[in-house]
């Protein structure tokens, strides 16, 4: 669906502590995932992705946890660092073309 | 490796003018290549979708004769903004694709383009 409003979600985190950022996403359909990292003025940088056969994965500091039965998204970023402050979007391939739809996206400050 | 540069990084002009915008891979050749729109405080939207030598296909409610796109080779795409409106103003994000057998095209952006219509 689209995107609306004009706050993005924001989640303040200690250095040190970890993070986890939800994304629900809309479509039961899409069998690949991705969450993306954007710092301001900048494009989307590639964090994890996973794909629907799959519930989980690791990667160098971050996890991605899939639930399909409730189309839940979570990325899980352990020991956050101030560099890690940034946006963060989730994105759905919806098997079409290879079209991702992104979701709203949510606001990481990390605190010293 | 998978870069993808844009240029301009911005860009100022008077209402009414065109804007052109690049997309290039730098490293690798690009089967696909999308053009995103973000506003402030906002999530990427998708304009349109592009394949080399072929007419990009464009979302919905987006003007294909406002947002021409040209994607002339498998490295270089190109986004031209006519006659820009201040509503015009945006972010503007590419990205390219690659593909790997049985899965979706790997997209890699672009730093993106700021766009500012007087």
């Known amino acids: 669906g689209e995107s609306v409003g004009l706050h993005l979600p924001t989640l303040s985190v200690q250095e040190g502590d970890n993070s986890i950022i939800n994304c629900a996403y809309s479509n039961s359909a899409s069998d690949y995932f991705i969450w993306y990292k954007q710092e301001s003025g900048k494009g989307p940088q590639f964090i994890i992705d996973?794909?629907?056969?799959?519930d989980k994965r690791q990667g160098q500091r971050v996890t991605v946890l899939l639930n399909k039965t409730v189309k839940h998204l979570s990325l899980q970023i352990a020991a956050t660092q101030p560099g890690d402050s940034a946006v963060y979007f989730c994105?759905?391939?919806?098997?079409?073309?290879?079209?991702?739809?992104f979701g709203t996206g949510t606001r990481l400050q990390v605190t010293l | 490796g998978a870069v993808v540069s844009q240029h301009p990084s911005w860009v100022i002009c008077k209402s009414g003018t065109s804007v052109k915008i690049e997309c290039r891979s730098l490293?690798?050749?690009?089967?696909?290549m999308f053009w995103y729109r973000q506003f402030p405080k906002q999530s990427l939207m998708l304009m349109a979708t592009s394949n080399e030598g072929s007419k990009a296909t464009y979302e919905q409610g987006v003007e294909k004769d406002k947002f021409l796109i040209n994607h002339a080779s498998l490295t270089l795409s190109t986004l031209t903004v006519t006659s820009a409106h201040p509503e015009d103003s945006s972010f503007y994000i590419c990205?390219?694709?690659?593909?790997?057998?049985?899965?979706?095209?790997?997209?890699?952006f672009g730093p993106g383009t700021r766009l500012t219509v007087l």
């Open positions: 994105a759905e391939n919806t098997g079409t073309a290879s079209k991702l739809t």
């Open positions: 990205s390219a694709g690659t593909r790997t057998s049985g899965r979706p095209d790997t997209q890699y």
């Open positions: 996973i794909r629907s056969n799959m």
């Open positions: 490293d690798f050749q690009a089967t696909t």
